[in-house]
């Protein structure tokens, strides 16, 4: 008799395939589960392979719509940037992911959901917290934190020998020194050789974006529109997308050629290590800086304060740590949405050798900028002497605070 | 008889040279001073044209130590940026400026201090709270806010036709139609055709970088080492440099030829108003990357979490608004020394036509990152199934939140 | 000819009775205005006193509802404090006034609008910018600020001579040694023997609050019930009342009897200098602990985090420093009032002798306590071993830190 | 064979000496450690128990000075509380008891140490972070969360017939239907009845503090005097007192009198459960409320609103969670000590029937308050003109916010 159904996150993997076999095995039936958020996959395959392990279904979902459109756009309106450098490109794509997987497991009658992800890493905390949050009662398998699992296959060569043993087929190309986790945000690259932080990633390991020395040596001009801090129209020299999947995807690929968007960084992970990875999002880059550029046209100086200490700072945070779906990150995400109300124009950009550059930016609707009232050249309906006043009333607390330090003997004049 | 002694920042230009002009007129001693902040400038014409105007000294200082090591370098330490973009290279120089000036205003035993800034801008606001704050009694002239002035010189020709008539020499290259400010840390553009926000610079604007489109095809690899988060040592194909001054001008030399280090944006003056400013700042840039990176390898996360949104937030915004000599500076400085205390290590970084590029990373004396804790496959000194406890109390909140949403009839797992 | 029609701030005392006379004198048509914000008055004899001085017109509006629903009941639900002891009563009723004293200069045809408060204070900063707000082109005119009336009128005794000549009635009761302002949210006392910070408030200066020494012996037992945050009833021994402004006066009364919410602090005001000031605010203060209390029960710990740090700090600075009108405190009350979604159910409350006491709280709809799981006694749904995992996790990162203690050779033991 | 030596917190009721009985069973040598925080206890009635049940030794230490100075005069310094609320009592005591009982188990050459903490509660997670970042390799057993103790010691009764069995003496008097932990800075009430949050407490319940209803007729006026925000001396009308923990017990006598400094919450756990508390502070409410009113007088605006805002508030979550030994707190606490440098003076206080009240306070030292310029009547060294200009310059970036609002058809004059 069956333990009951699982649905299981599987990617066609050796990891989720022995998984996979291993449920089974167990007493359970598995649905199969992956998520389309625009990876390069042979989805036929994986389909194939899910069935002839013995999966029950093996159900792949198109996500790049929501993807893009649920959790990419709000990061760009949000500026989000984990620890000043990581565009969150994972981050991004697990609430998605796991969303989906809880629709399909409710649709399929599972009661459990189980995916591959190891016991050191983020995503098992950002799947796993999706899933309790979105249905409290269901069971997670995580058969890399079970002594069960985990003990008897110690190692790779553990897996290999499981799956000849079980026929379960291993692609036979050599395994890359380092792991790799793509969607459209980003292709995330950690682990193996990249555990020495100071070994330079090799240039063959970037998979969306070119080598900024091989990118082309003409640049490429773009316009990004936005309303509402939402990209709504990409002009570039071949033409004009206001779609947003397919805006995203040519800003990928316009990033791609001219190879912008690498960072390699140690970051801190939830569970309180540090780790390396590397990570190439050209579209986010672009985006991101457009939208920056933006608001510094048409934001409130003190919003914008508000909203980069606290909104952007909590919900980058939130997202690492897999609080997508939170009371905080809701909270915050209300206040993101509220700021963005009026902030509409468009931003020129210039793409080349690794960089994006703002080579301007209007807006027909938003005014806060004004040439006139910003010229040193004119005074209309301005009174320097306010200015005189205006000094004069911030410097009655910080006079104060010299004549303390004189008191105190110390001379604020000296070096 | 004199109405007392002035110490006026002078510049040679020809608004501080009416203005001294002026001054004398008014019935004042007038003692210039210039602050040689590495800027390119005739330190010999200045003090030539001063006098002859009619100054009783013309004082040059050289205050490109103090200003790299007090003022640029704790930018370094706190990743100043304001606005998410601007490295504050103007409002770094301000306090070194002001300070040298209020050394000299005391030893020439002045009563007023007077400069020639403009009722619209930043700096004015900067040098007078310093000024205010290092000597409380001190008295001020800001002839561009006094009526007298303003009224009598509504343009530019107007002071054209007093400099004539006075005898006051005017240097006959065309003013640019921008304005410029240049020290060690960055040149600032603003002004002119620069107020058109949607107005690309002209290529021949930049002064600190060359155009990245015209750098050279072959990229020059560094290595910055760090103690306590200052930069003590530079390495270049060229050699090794240890002196603080010394290493940051080479990197403004390096970052130069890569052009490295131009940004364009509209910002938010303290005043309320929006302005565009360009800003090229190759040593800060190289140097801001280097400490960023850095940090992620030895601090805690939590304390730079608290230093991003507290001190790094703060710290810049009190800079740009000429708050350094403040309570709350001094308050928020001395927490960023305390975090600084083990930001040790070194940083190898690729210079590239327009960016630069993190290789890698090490420290000989940090270990909060560790290869083999990192490590996906190893499990030694770590049990998984904590991590089942630990997604299991992190969730028992979220699942509250999720049942309240049931009962809200909201279905998370729609998309 | 007239300069042009005023509408002055008139409060039928002595300062602007001069100003409104000296105004007409200046030329100028006057428009009086009174706000109703519930303080005690002789409201007729204030509209003849300013109709015998020769204002056109002496408008006087009831506030009290919107005073209480959109200021004072918002700062319930943020909790609001100034400076941890302040609970903004005068703040609190700015806006309102000016709002309101602008919709009768926009009806009454002015050009511009006067008041009568000192050039040192917070209140005129608060008035104006929220006349400037309201309508940018509006003028002001701020005799304390006008050199042409304040040389003139340097004292009392100028001020008292000046009514006399011009037959301006003044009331004979021997001033106060304080200044006071009252309204529904509080009566505000400083000035005067004040201002030496050191001197106990005579017995007799507290008007809204009874001597707790001279309160009842017997306590008295109320239920406040809360929606979205919002009071929305008030049970007492005496009856329930849900109208906001009787529920608000009632509890005044009560607090009046019992003597609570006195402060009496030395506080920053916006303009920089410190200064003393001693309110009784009964209803806000009871209301305030109810609604703070309430939250425990029903708000999530991140959000309520997030609301004190973010929300309640700034509202509460904003509003003191007279940003009511302000994109920054549209902003925080945006996300306040998200906040306030499930603030729902009753408290339970005691007045005695100066203070107010919880006596128990409990909501109907709302679910996040649960006794059952929060029971020490209790493990279902609760596995004691996740607890284990949760501190193995959280220690990770700590180990890290103790081990660099003791390689700093820092005895962590040691007290 | 011994499997090694356990440092047990003994507290000499039924739960720890079952645990220690039990301990004994599984084959460990067990030294007991109890800490003297204030507790009334029958000391050498818990040595002779806990040898006579077969502990090695019963060693107990007096940290009352440790405790107060250490922890308790930061937290005053701090400002320090808990959701608004709660003056964290037993958070401040555990960083203490879990030091010097680390101290033991190092001195005695202990291999584990051991407690009686619940499963669900705050203070394991305290206890043990503090036991993991003081000594990493320290090994924990935590009964309670051990399903082979937990389960066999299903309910209070097992605990009963256990001790019974094993001759373990049990106190005869009848348990209270709450739990209670005591140390000098309060009396915490919690479980049991008081699950139900609308169950008011017995008036027998309250040990620290009497009942404001029962309290004197006649107030008591006390002074205390601070140097660098640390209270240093109390004047009461009995005398002087200057030691810490003298000054501590000596405001504990007066409040427990007066009946200051109960409060009853519904707080938020660091697991995610909310839990009803009920404590009486008598000392520490008295010591916030005076040295809070006394940074009103000394404490610059800005650097108090920042401290509140990041220090206040971190600080005191940070040791609610158990996160004393933390990087974090270190570097808050840096900051705060920081902040307490000029914060000198003395405050006149009046405890009565409940509550304190100020009655005034001074310095002798500082100068950031100054009569003289906060009054209203007086001009000199101020410029009413000044606060034109500070106000005009404030209104440039809210006017442009007015005139978006007329674009948006909003009315601000409207209510």
């Given amino acids: 008799m069956s333990k009951g159904r699982v649905c299981l996150a599987y990617s066609g993997g050796l990891d989720t395939s022995c998984i996979l076999r291993w449920l089974l095995e167990e007493g359970y039936e598995v649905v199969c589960f992956l998520a389309d958020v625009g ?12 069935l002839s392990i013995g999966a029950k279904k093996m159900i792949i979902e198109d996500l790049q719509r929501e993807f893009v459109e649920e959790l990419c756009f709000p990061a760009i309106q949000c500026n ?31 009661d459990f959901v189980s995916h591959g992800c190891t016991g050191k890493g983020n995503d ?22 079970d002594p069960k699992f985990f003990q008897r296959f110690a190692g790779r ?21 380092w792991s790799m986790d793509a969607n459209l945000a980003h292709c995330s690259y950690e682990a193996g050789i990249l555990e020495n932080p100071d070994q330079t990633p090799p240039d063959d390991m970037w998979t969306m974006t070119q080598d900024p020395l091989s990118a082309p040596d003409k640049p490429v001009d773009v316009t990004i529109h936005f309303e509402k801090g939402l990209p709504v129209k990409l002009v570039t020299p071949e033409g004009k997308l206001t779609d947003s999947v ?32 590397c990570y190439d999002s050209p579209a986010m880059t672009i985006l991101r800086l457009a939208h920056l550029d933006l608001e510094g046209l048409v934001l409130d100086t003190q919003v914008r304060s508000l909203r980069d200490q606290f909104v952007t700072h909590n ?10 779906f939170s009371p905080e990150r809701e909270f915050v995400e209300n206040a993101l949405l509220f700021s963005q109300r009026r902030v509409n124009g468009e931003v020129r950009l210039r793409c080349y050798k690794g960089a994006a550059y703002v080579l301007g930016r209007s807006s027909a609707t938003e005014k806060l900028y004004s040439a006139e009232e910003a010229s040193m050249d ?38």
Same sequence: chains 1, 2, 3, 4.
């Fill in 315 to 324: 919900w980058s945070i939130y997202l690492y740590n897999g609080m997508y």
């Fill in 39 to 50: 990876q390069e996959e042979d989805w036929a395959a994986v389909e194939k392979k899910a």
């Fill in 157 to 177: 060569n553990d897996l290999l020998d499981y799956a000849a043993h079980a026929n379960i087929p291993v692609t036979s190309t050599k395994a890359k020194p």
């Fill in 246 to 277: 397919a805006l995203f995807k040519e800003l990928n690929k316009i990033g791609y050629v001219h190879g912008i968007g690498r960072v390699d960084i140690v970051e801190n992970r939830f569970i309180g290590l540090k780790s390396r990875g």
């Fill in 80 to 110: 989000a940037i984990y620890e000043g450098r990581y565009l969150l490109g994972t981050s991004l794509a697990r609430p998605v992911i796991a969303r989906a997987q809880m629709r399909v497991a409710q649709r399929e009658g599972c």
């Fill in 124 to 145: 098992q905390v950002r799947f796993e917290l999706a899933f309790y949050t979105i249905q409290p009662s269901i069971k997670i398998i995580a058969p890399w934190r």
């Fill in 378 to 415: 004119s005074l209309d309906n301005f009174s320097p002497e306010d200015t005189t006043g205006f000094i004069g009333i911030q410097s009655i607390r910080l006079k104060k605070y010299g004549l303390q330090k004189v008191e105190e003997g110390e001379n604020l004049s000296r070096a």
